[in-house]
T-cell receptor
Framework: AQKVTQAQTEISVVEKEDVTLDCVYE???????LFWYKQPPSGELVFLIR??????QNEISGRYSWNFQKSTSSFNFTITASQVVDSAVYFC???????????FGKGTMLLVSP | EAGVAQSPRYKIIEKRQSVAFWCNPI?????LYWYQQILGQGPKLLIQ????????DSQLPKDRFSAERLKGVDSTLKIQPAKLEDSAVYLC???????????FGSGTRLTVV
């Protein structure tokens, strides 16, 4: 069975600090996909990244970066120089190949204060 | 391109009443999903359609929940009768093949009193 664990329930930082959100996953499949979504107070889930299990290259998109390590089954997300607009709940999710259902973690609430 | 459309945005009903939610996916997306998100938790799949056929409804409480996707486009999720524990946000999502382009709608927040 697949499982996603986001151990950090809530993180509070001051603007311009860097912050890393942890995600640990469990799956028996060798082919799978990992996702990160942002859920601001308005409620919609905003897609951030989709990564397949064969691509372990780290990715950077502006202030966002992702560190994928199969050896530790982790897919961590770092926000550099955080801003107040980054305040949201962030979800990590897993999908096994052949199944497009997403299994979500419980989410990490990020609060960025001015 | 237009996103996944859902309505209504909010709904308050009394327990034992019925309610229906509507979803229009992104054009061309063959796969449509309904997820339930209870406060403080991640979304959980209720049902998945591929075109107008059901792929996975193993977590749908079939004694009270039903869903259909006519003509492989729009979808409706119904709850009848509602219970207090059905209070949640109901999210619709759609995707292309192999979960590429997975996009969620804004959701319907249901409160059962």
């Amino acid at each position: 069975a697949q499982k996603v664990t986001q151990a950090q329930t809530e993180i509070s930082v001051v603007e311009k600090e860097d912050v890393t959100l942890d995600c640990v996953y469990e799956t028996r499949d060798t082919t799978y996909y990992l996702f990160w979504y942002k859920q601001p107070p308005s409620g919609e889930l905003v897609f951030l990244i989709r990564r397949n299990s064969f691509d372990e290259q780290n990715e950077i998109s502006g202030r966002y970066s992702w560190n994928f390590q199969k050896s530790t089954s982790s897919f961590n997300f770092t926000i550099t120089a955080s801003q107040v607009v980054d305040s949201a709940v962030y979800f990590c999710a897993l999908s096994e190949a052949g199944y497009s259902t997403l299994t979500f973690g419980k989410g990490t609430m990020l609060l960025v204060s001015p | 391109e237009a996103g996944v459309a859902q309505s209504p945005r909010y709904k308050i009903i009394e327990k034992r009443q019925s309610v229906a939610f509507w979803c229009n996916p992104i054009s061309g997306h063959a796969t449509l999903y309904w997820y339930q998100q209870i406060l403080g938790q991640g979304p959980k799949l209720l049902i998945q359609f591929q075109n107008n056929g059901v792929v996975d409804d193993s977590q749908l409480p079939k004694d009270r929940f039903s869903a259909e996707r006519l003509k492989g486009v729009d979808s409706t999720l119904k709850i009848q009768p509602a219970k207090l524990e059905d209070s949640a946000v109901y999210l619709c999502a759609s995707s292309l093949w192999d979960n590429y382009g997975y996009t969620f709608g804004s959701g319907t927040r249901l409160t059962v009193v």
